[in-house]
């Protein structure tokens, strides 16, 4: 699992990216990949998944709001 903060997340539209903890390039989240509701700032938990688009959070716990 990896650490990293919610940059945006669109509730209406179900998409938003994660910056990663480690500093590497944001990875794209969608509401299929969300496990607790999340907002812009929390600190969040996830998995990657490499898809023909690119790389996706999965997984996504909020660890803190």
Known sequence: MRL??????NQKEGVGSITPSNG????????HGVVD????????QFDIEF???GIEATKVIVLSA
């Open 4 to 9: 990293g903060t919610v940059k945006f997340y």
């Open 37 to 44: 509701p999340i907002k812009p700032n929390n600190i969040v």
């Open 51 to 53: 898809t023909p688009d």
């Open 24 to 31: 590497g390039r944001e990875v794209s989240v969608f509401a």
